[in-house]
T-cell receptor, first 115, second 110 residues
Framework: GAVVSQHPSRVICKSGTSVKIECRSL??????MFWYRQFPKQSLMLMAT?????????EQGVEKDKFLINHASLTLSTLTVTSAHPEDSSFYIC???????????FGEGSRLTVL | GIQVEQSPPDLILQEGANSTLRCNFS?????LQWFHQNPWGQLINLFY???GTKQNGRLSATTVATERYSLLYISSSQTTDSGVYFC????????????FGSGTQLTVLP
């Protein structure tokens, strides 16, 4: 398999602050990573595709200025939730695959609570 | 976009029982994976199975790509099998992002 790690696993912040979540591929290089969001009792919805060295591609309805994605290296992608509000509270989870591989592996997820 | 339907939405079993979870998809796929989401939210890879049959211990899976469905079999279920099981696909010929089904909530009673 392949190991993907996220940090932090849980974060609580006040409304209006920004929160950064990191996603790392620990034992492989990933030119592409994917960010998903999951609300309670629901399935995972793709938010954006993170591309190393270029701009992220956002899914319809996802605000790119709200959810800033940076993929500055082959092992790290970051998601910054800017000016977070209570409705942004959710479980955020990233995924990646080995180059040339089809199977996707997921990080542990980050649970964001905005007060 | 592609539609992924899972059934049943909820399943309650007695420990030791067998079960079959189904995943139907509306279009051709490059990739199909089964996951188990544990109570802490982590997605555990069960199978990468765009076609054919695979087995891993008490779990096995079969994908019939031409008929656009996949089945996950759990035998001799244990309480630790409880959680949500997701099927996810990458539609052909798009990129690698997965589209998830709505999941099956499995509860195994002692």
């Amino acid at each position: 398999g392949a190991v993907v790690s996220q940090h932090p696993s849980r974060v609580i912040c006040k409304s209006g602050t920004s929160v950064k979540i990191e996603c790392r591929s620990l034992d492989f290089q990933a030119t592409t990573m994917f960010w998903y969001r999951q609300f309670p009792k629901q399935s995972l919805m793709l938010m954006a595709t993170s591309n190393e060295g270029s701009k992220a591609t956002y899914e319809q309805g996802v605000e790119k200025d709200k959810f800033l994605i940076n993929h500055a290296s082959l092992t790290l992608s970051t998601l910054t939730v800017t000016s977070a509000h209570p409705e942004d509270s959710s479980f955020y989870i990233c995924s990646a695959s080995r180059q040339g591989g089809g199977e996707l592996f997921f990080g542990e997820g980050s649970r964001l609570t905005v007060l | 976009g592609i539609q992924v339907e899972q059934s049943p939405p909820d399943l309650i079993l007695q420990e030791g029982a067998n079960s079959t979870l189904r995943c139907n998809f509306s279009d051709s796929v490059n990739n199909l994976q089964w996951f188990h989401q544990n109570p802490w939210g982590q997605l555990i890879n069960l199978f990468y199975i765009p076609s054919g049959t695979k087995q891993n211990g008490r779990l096995s899976a079969t994908t019939v790509a031409t008929e656009r469905y996949s089945l996950l079999y759990i035998s001799s279920s244990q309480t630790t099998d409880s959680g949500v099981y997701f099927c996810a696909v990458v539609p052909f010929p798009s990129a690698r992002q997965l589209t998830f089904g709505s999941g099956t909530q499995l509860t195994v009673l002692p």
